[in-house]
């Protein structure tokens, strides 16, 4: 069982920046962060694969937001720049026990943190 912690959201101005950071506390392959505002869907933000070789982002968030991986501390980033108040949600870290496939789609993925607030205020 592979446990993650997510850290680093907060409150940030329009047009800020924050780094989010999801330590694994194993090996992982398939990484991902979703994102779930008040009274919406989870929905999917961005996907790494294994080696880094594969990086995949939504269409609300490409350009502006970056996923990277330290395999060495089991640790996913993501890198949020130009914020906008939309983004504010609470943060998934995502994590998948095959290696073979970066999905989009919540019920691949086998583990979860417990989430991190983001609130960008205009």
């Not at 009274?39 to 937001?65: L, P």
């Not at 995502?94 to 960008?120: I, K």
Request: hydrophobic content about 35%; some cysteine; proline content about 3%.
């Amino acid at each position: 069982q592979v446990q993650l912690v997510e850290s680093g959201g907060g409150l940030v101005q329009a047009g800020g920046s924050l780094r989010l950071s999801c330590a694994a506390s194993g090996r992982t392959f398939s990484m991902a962060w979703f994102r779930q505002a008040p009274g919406k869907e989870r929905e999917f933000v961005a996907a790494i694969s294994w080696n880094s070789g594969g990086t995949y982002y939504s269409d609300s968030v490409k350009g502006r937001f970056t996923i990277s991986r330290d395999n060495a501390e089991n640790t996913v980033y993501l890198q949020m720049n130009s914020l906008k108040p939309v983004d504010t949600a609470v943060y998934y870290c995502a994590a998948r026990q095959s290696p073979f496939r970066t999905p989009r789609t919540a019920n691949e993925y086998d583990y979860w943190g417990q989430g991190t607030q983001v609130t960008v205020s205009s």
